[in-house]
């Protein structure tokens, strides 16, 4: 953990000595929304959920139009009544702290800035609230502990995108890429119907926007 500490303040601070000499670069304050698209592994709905994030970062400009813009970001996702197994409905939301890390190349065009960017990130959860309506149950067993206790704690993935800074404003989209399984009920978990029932993160569109300063 301290060396995740001192790599993202080593990031910033390169980026704080960056941009100290370009007019476009700054801190930036941004949030946004997202559809997400999963693979529900054994489970029968719900194949799609909503997320908002918001979250602070440093825009650096770099030489030959690239830029690097690392962000702090709060990530929260929501999943509305999906079936497991046949034995509950569960409401379920996360959330996660995130730090992703975009390169940006793009032209400048003195009133606007078109942009293409890659950006790998790892995030960790923070929240997660479970709300389960159990229906069959061959014992008594409290499915919301379940589920808690078999998040993944760490998240890690990329992004993919386009966006346009005009002024002091940026607006950014794009398609995200979760390579971790939110879950993992093949170990911890006294239920037996929920083995292999893993909640695969496979990814989605995010749109948003942010205010350079």
């Given amino acids: 953990m301290r060396k995740i500490i001192i790599s993202i303040l080593t990031i910033f601070l390169l980026c704080g000595v960056s941009f100290s000499a370009d007019a476009r670069g700054g801190f930036l304050v941004k949030g946004g929304l997202g559809y997400t698209s999963v693979d529900l592994s054994g489970l029968k709905a719900a194949e799609n959920y909503t997320n908002f994030h918001f979250g602070v970062g440093l825009n650096a400009p770099l030489p030959l139009g690239l830029a690097i813009q690392p962000e702090l970001i709060y990530k929260h996702n929501k999943i ?13 939301e996360v959330g996660y702290l995130q730090l992703p890390v975009n390169i940006q190349w793009g032209i400048d065009l003195i009133a606007m800035r078109p942009y293409i960017f890659v950006s790998p990130f790892i995030g960790y959860n923070l929240i997660n609230d479970v709300d389960v309506d159990a229906k069959i149950l061959s ?4 499915l919301s502990d379940v589920f808690k206790k078999n998040i993944n704690k760490f998240e890690y993935g990329v992004g993919l995108g386009a966006g346009v800074e ?5 607006i950014a989209a794009k398609y995200v890429w979760n390579f971790g399984d939110l879950t993992n009920f093949d170990k911890n978990t006294v239920v037996d ?18 205010i350079v300063f």
């Fill in 80 to 92: 509305d009544d999906f079936g497991v197994a046949n034995i509950a409905e569960v409401d379920w």
């Fill in 139 to 142: 014992k008594e067993v409290d």
């Fill in 166 to 170: 005009v002024w002091k404003l940026q």
């Fill in 193 to 210: 119907d929920l083995k292999g029932l893993n909640l695969e993160n496979a990814g989605g569109f995010e749109v948003s926007v942010g």
